[in-house]
């Protein structure tokens, strides 16, 4: 669903047909800078085009160099998510079935995440008692996700993306 800007490619002929699209991005009638990455694939989705992950292509891009700058990014990246997906609800049929799930698991993970934080830190505050279960369950919820993205992309290093849950 987000085709990575500096990892994507395009057939030019596609991108053409795409571009007054592409280059007057709105969101509620408001020009929008954000997410162009996601909202292009989206674009090229709805167009009818398909996309592919090439796991042994290599590219290269800038990344944060901070931990302020690192969050900024994944805010931004996560209000393109919640945004781009409104834009993507009628594609969701036609895709492959881990694709929709992982869409879905994008945009009711944070909120059950948060709901989870929210409810283990009343836990805590009301009983004095750590909230094991909810631990447990943020740990289950996480290890799930990426233990279907492992194997989807038959990749280990995959797992990792666990560690991403404390960010989030």
């Keep these: ?29 408001r020009p929008s800078d954000f997410g162009e990455d996601r909202h292009l694939t989206i674009l090229m989705l709805n167009a009818g085009f ?28 996560a209000r393109s998510t919640f945004r781009d997906t409104l834009l993507a609800l009628r594609l969701l049929p ?12 994008q945009n009711l993970g944070p909120l059950l995440l948060a709901l989870s934080v929210l409810t283990g830190l ?10 094991w279960s909810t631990i447990l369950m943020i740990a289950s919820m996480t290890m799930v996700r990426c233990g279907v993205a492992a194997f989807r992309a038959r990749e280990l290093r995959f797992l990792g993306f666990s560690l991403h849950t404390l960010l989030n």
């Excluded at 398909?50 to 990014?73: C, F, H, K, W």
């Excluded at 036609?94 to 698991?105: E, K, M, P, S």
């Excluded at 009343?122 to 909230?131: G, H, M, S, W």
């Design 50 to 77: 398909r996309t592919e992950y090439v796991p042994d292509a290599i590219a290269a891009t800038v990344v944060p160099n901070s931990m302020g700058a690192y969050l900024r990014q994944q805010l931004r990246w």
């Design 94 to 105: 036609g895709l492959d079935r881990y694709l929709t799930l992982d869409v879905i698991g």
């Design 122 to 131: 009343a836990q805590l505050a009301l009983t004095a008692t750590v909230p």
């Design 1 to 29: 669903m987000c085709c990575c800007g500096p990892c994507a490619m395009y057939r030019r002929s596609a991108l053409l047909l795409l571009l007054d699209k592409y280059e007057t991005q709105l969101f509620r009638g």
